[in-house]
């Protein structure tokens, strides 16, 4: 990234040059809205459908991004990453629209669409096991033996700079409707995607409040945010958001977040389930768990929102069927 | 509609006219493309999806664009409106928002989902038996009876005009992308929904060829087309595309489409589910088997598309959860 006067390590400038570089491959995804929603929660909202994206999640910005800036000489070593799905996924599609060799070290809990799905973009998949094995460790050992680079899922400017062009459309479709959005929601695992959101939405309505969006107990953005510094949440057990257990906010990113983002607020599993049903059901739209934590604290009433104009990002949807069969009965 | 020396019932500034009524109340869905499916068929391909439509379904238009052109004195008599579904939603929406009464006559076999948010509009329902009564028969003598205007669900110069705006919005979309499409697909039933959008396209692209899907044993249109007359289908049984059962042609939408259509295609139930699974798997929308009939036909290889330029209307995306899961499982 350039090097700037910006206590920020990305800008809104090379969130405009990542849009540049994804321009001919990435969908560029609308900004939807629908009266049942307006109606039901009071207030003018938008989704940002990720879901409608190359691999099903904005995760192919990212990593589409973060490939195209490796120089051409150390293309051949391929890359590597880490990933619970949907980074996989991005990353396996940018390597294969790039002629790169990639490997994914996924956990073997990781939803089975995930895996298939990454396995189809033609990527190698290494399994670890999420309680026992460090998945980091893995990837760098694996990166070393083959001279391959590693692509971090969140915690790397490149990264966030492409997932900022998701705010970046954000941002333009709404100036073009003539409305300034109050308040914008995305979801965080380790708070890349909300980290690019917030850099462009800022950028043109600095009024904006950009509100992080987490699984109950997976709250550690939320719990970041109210101490100024990194804390890890405390959750125990699992949740169904599945792309969304990362236990602390990035390096990288929380140096963003901590700056732009107003609050966080959570769900519980039993609200984002009945969000994915409301997806299904009234929007007609496939939303994963994770991807659907923050419609489900709209629809909680966790937000104030009437009479605002909200934007909310549905980040992904990459749900097994069976799953969804489950959530939407 | 207007009279005019056109040999149409239904002119394009019909389809204007819709379009202005529609405008403060209608979504205007976009057009969408996935890398994915480019790929998978060898062509650029568009999707309209009236799944985004409010009720689910492209029928909003037309029955919200009928009854607007009801008169001040005869609106408090209501509307009466048959039909298995989607046109039961838009007409009970449509009276809705025009504060006016509504009485839907519905077969009693009609997806529970259907009946549900139809009554949920504030619609009165009444059940018939398919095989055994005549659905017209009851759905005029309730509207003597209450003094209520009969919205029909396809044979109908306003119906046909408001479905025609779904046409005006892809072509102005393919217009501003600098696209002409070569092929438009859209399922039917009576034909209301294709009659507006040929309409439409045809104004402004004189050289796409419109084609229609139907379910496979469900092909009058593709009959009717070949004769060059209103025949009937001869399916004895059952289609999953609960939404595409009627027998014949419309009387006015064949007036049209006997003009503007090129040919008709044919799904079965298996191409019909395989595409379902499709949607939701690759594409992370929900599209109802009849909704679905034209991606399946393209899908399964019905289409000369490679290389072309394609766009498919999902015409909508109201299908109960079981059925749903058991498709895309």
Redesign the interface.
């Given at each position: 990234m350039t090097q700037t006067a910006s206590p920020f390590p990305v800008t809104p400038s090379d969130i405009d040059a990542a849009a540049r570089v994804l321009a001919p491959?990435a969908?560029r995804t609308?900004l939807?809205?629908?009266?049942?929603l307006n109606e039901r929660v009071g207030a003018k909202v938008f989704l940002k459908?990720e879901?409608?994206q190359?691999t099903?999640s904005f995760k192919f910005r990212g990593a589409f991004n973060k490939l195209s800036s490796i120089p051409q000489e150390k293309r051949k070593g391929g890359v590597v990453a880490f990933s619970s799905g949907n980074h996989a996924q991005g990353v396996a599609a940018a390597a294969k629209i790039l002629d790169m060799p990639a490997t994914i070290v996924m956990p073997s809990d990781a939803p089975a669409?995930k895996r298939e799905r990454t396995k189809a973009y033609g990527a190698e998949v290494v399994l670890y096991d999420r309680d026992r094995e460090d998945r980091e460790a893995i990837a760098r050992d694996l990166a070393q033996k083959r001279g391959a680079t590693v692509v971090p899922p969140y915690d790397d400017p490149f990264v966030i700079a492409g997932q900022g062009t998701a705010g970046r459309e954000i941002a333009e479709d709404m100036a073009a409707l003539g409305l300034a959005p109050d308040i914008v929601i995305a979801p965080a695992s380790g708070g890349g995607l909300i980290a690019g959101v917030a850099t462009a939405v800022k950028a043109r309505f600095p009024g904006a409040a950009v509100i992080v969006a987490e699984p109950e107990n997976f709250d550690d953005h939320a719990r970041s945010l109210r101490a100024g510094a990194r804390e890890a949440h405390h959750a125990a057990g699992r949740t169904i958001c599945d792309a969304l257990m990362a236990a602390m906010p990035g390096e990288i990113t929380f140096a963003i977040n901590s700056r732009l983002l107003s609050q966080g607020v959570t769900a519980s599993d039993a609200e984002v389930a009945a969000a994915v049903?409301f997806a299904?059901?009234?929007?007609?739209?496939?939303?994963e768990p994770g991807g659907a934590v923050g419609l489900a604290a709209l629809l909680a009433g966790r937000i104030e929102a009437r009479g605002k104009t909200v934007v909310v990002v549905l980040s992904g949807?990459n749900v097994d069927?069976?799953l969804?069969?489950r959530l939407?009965?």
């Amino acid at each position: 990234m350039t090097q700037t006067a910006s206590p920020f390590p990305v800008t809104p400038s090379d969130i405009d040059a990542a849009a540049r570089v994804l321009a001919p491959v990435a969908v560029r995804t609308p900004l939807l809205s629908f009266p049942v929603l307006n109606e039901r929660v009071g207030a003018k909202v938008f989704l940002k459908p990720e879901v409608l994206q190359r691999t099903g999640s904005f995760k192919f910005r990212g990593a589409f991004n973060k490939l195209s800036s490796i120089p051409q000489e150390k293309r051949k070593g391929g890359v590597v990453a880490f990933s619970s799905g949907n980074h996989a996924q991005g990353v396996a599609a940018a390597a294969k629209i790039l002629d790169m060799p990639a490997t994914i070290v996924m956990p073997s809990d990781a939803p089975a669409l995930k895996r298939e799905r990454t396995k189809a973009y033609g990527a190698e998949v290494v399994l670890y096991d999420r309680d026992r094995e460090d998945r980091e460790a893995i990837a760098r050992d694996l990166a070393q033996k083959r001279g391959a680079t590693v692509v971090p899922p969140y915690d790397d400017p490149f990264v966030i700079a492409g997932q900022g062009t998701a705010g970046r459309e954000i941002a333009e479709d709404m100036a073009a409707l003539g409305l300034a959005p109050d308040i914008v929601i995305a979801p965080a695992s380790g708070g890349g995607l909300i980290a690019g959101v917030a850099t462009a939405v800022k950028a043109r309505f600095p009024g904006a409040a950009v509100i992080v969006a987490e699984p109950e107990n997976f709250d550690d953005h939320a719990r970041s945010l109210r101490a100024g510094a990194r804390e890890a949440h405390h959750a125990a057990g699992r949740t169904i958001c599945d792309a969304l257990m990362a236990a602390m906010p990035g390096e990288i990113t929380f140096a963003i977040n901590s700056r732009l983002l107003s609050q966080g607020v959570t769900a519980s599993d039993a609200e984002v389930a009945a969000a994915v049903a409301f997806a299904f059901r009234e929007l007609k739209l496939v939303v994963e768990p994770g991807g659907a934590v923050g419609l489900a604290a709209l629809l909680a009433g966790r937000i104030e929102a009437r009479g605002k104009t909200v934007v909310v990002v549905l980040s992904g949807g990459n749900v097994d069927a069976d799953l969804f069969a489950r959530l939407v009965a």
